[in-house]
């Protein structure tokens, strides 16, 4: 069973000046106390439900995926942000690097998979170019069911296998909410496959629920371990949880006004992706739940170890001294390999070295280098990468960020500053309802020609 580790020695005053020490961690823990205080109680109420997925019952799932893990050669995810990260994430650390030009037999006879997130021509052209529409399976996920870009791209895909498939039914399944919304009434009504979004799973926390469960059970990704590393956080980690949470609001409370997410290990570059929303999104908040002006939250940065070394790092040392990094650590890598090194004198210090093992290194040696420049540093440590550990990192993250909003009474659920973006963009499309906000749109867009050059 795979352990996960939280080591805090570079973060600890012991080490590093400006560090935590014990009294100021006990202190700090209490702060998460009340964070996770507060979580448990939405989460009796039942307006959180992100620490129950782990229970998810797959059975169903697991039946209706072996149709489309046999029947088809690729698989399009609908859906953005919270309804598309976590399935990124999923496949970037479970399945291969390059799985989609894979061989069908060397994929395990599964589906390739494509995400169609954005609403980037190229992007959606180019996946319905390499796709046909008589082999392929699409999963759309929308919450809200109400999502511009996904109903954008699925209008296109829509298109594609009505003029080339006979029963539309067979290539498409729903991921919405159970009870409302365009999405569930056009399912509804055309009698299509759904799973369910509880109302009470918001996007950024919906990863182990259908919204990642449904296209990884597709992709033959074993849901139910991924589950169970969850499930072991609830168990076992809370105290790492809370460990971390303080740190983390130590930090933020000593000024450090960046997050720098980096894994040494390529796997878990969608994971930072998936993790930067999450902090981000729950975390950004202008006013209190009761309604204060508090401006909180830090910036979460994506960063992958070793390649960030070569790019980054640089600033993390000498540019101003205002970030935490988190590291994440494999003990063990899949596919590990040793070099010979031995056909020219300059590199025959890499003989016998593996890659893995000169990947940890660096990470050590990063570590080191940031503690010498006063960069407080944290490492999160995976014996191997699977969906097990995965399911840890998953929850890990899931706690952490709405213990922190909680513990200085935000809330982390919701996300107010995206909307005005959203309603401009209906009243720029001419969207029913949203006349006023075109109008407004219009008085605020004004541009100077002397200022453009
Ligand atoms: O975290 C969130 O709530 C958002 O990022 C949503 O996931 C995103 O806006 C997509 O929403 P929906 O699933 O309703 O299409």
Redesign the pocket.
């Known amino acids: 069973m795979a352990k996960l580790t939280c080591d805090y020695n570079f973060a600890a005053s012991k080490n590093l000046l400006g560090g935590i020490s014990e009294e100021d961690l006990q202190a700090y823990k209490k702060k998460a106390a009340l964070g996770y205080e507060r979580l448990q109680a939405m989460v009796n109420d039942g307006k959180v439900g992100f620490p129950h997925l782990p229970k998810y019952d797959t059975t169903e799932l697991k039946e209706f995926a072996k149709d489309v893990k046999t029947n088809f050669n690729d698989l399009i995810v609908v ?7 976590g399935i990124e994430a999923v496949v970037n650390a479970v399945l291969p690097y390059g799985y989609n030009a894979m061989s069908y037999t060397d994929r395990g006879c599964l589906p390739r998979v494509w995400v169609a997130d954005n609403v980037d021509p190229s992007k959606i052209q180019s996946i319905l170019k390499i796709c046909t529409p008589e082999d392929t399976f699409a999963v759309v ?7 511009v ?2 109903a954008e791209n699925y209008s296109l895909i829509h298109e594609w296998f009505k003029s080339n498939v006979q029963d539309l039914k067979k290539h498409i399944v729903v991921v ?1 909410d159970p009870n409302k ?1 365009p999405l569930r009434e056009y399912a509804t009504q055309n009698n299509l496959k759904t799973f369910p ?1 509880e109302a009470s799973i ?5 990863v182990m629920s259908p ?1 990642g469960l449904v296209p990884a059970a597709f992709l033959g990704i074993d849901i139910d371990k991924m589950l169970a590393g969850a499930a072991s956080i609830t168990d076992e980690g809370i105290e790492q949880v809370m460990t971390l949470a303080a740190i983390y609001l130590y930090f933020m409370d000593k000024g450090k006004s960046i997050n720098v997410l980096m894994p040494y290990s390529s796997r878990l570059d969608k994971f930072a992706e998936w993790f930067c ?2 902090w981000g ?1 729950s975390l950004g908040k202008k006013y209190t739940m009761d309604g204060k002006e508090i401006t909180f939250g830090t910036t979460p940065v994506r960063t992958v170890g070793a390649i960030d070394q070569h790019s980054q790092i640089q600033l993390f040392r000498e540019g101003p001294l205002d970030k935490v990094v988190t590291f994440i650590g494999l003990e063990t890598h899949d596919n590990d390999v040793s070099v010979k090194g031995d056909f020219y004198e300059a590199f025959s210090y890499l003989n016998g070295l593996h890659l893995g093992k000169l990947l940890n290194s660096e990470l050590k040696a990063t570590e080191a280098a940031l503690l010498t420049s006063k960069v407080p540093s944290l490492k999160i440590g995976l014996n191997i990468l699977d969906e097990y550990s995965l399911g840890q990192l998953f929850m890990l993250f899931q706690y952490i960020v709405p213990i922190i909003g909680l513990s200085v009474n935000i809330n982390p659920f919701d ?1 107010p500053g ?1 909307e005005e973006a959203k309603e401009y963009a209906y009243g720029m499309m001419n969207r029913t309802g949203f006349e006023a906000k075109k109008t407004q749109f219009e008085e605020i867009y004004k541009k100077d020609d002397a200022f453009i050059i």
Do not use: D, P
Not at 202 to 206: A, E, L, N, T
């Open positions: 859906g953005i942000g919270g309804s598309a990260l996920i929308s919450k809200s069911g109400n999502t870009e996904t919405t919304g979004i918001g996007g950024r926390f919906s919204v929303q999450l999104e996300q995206v």
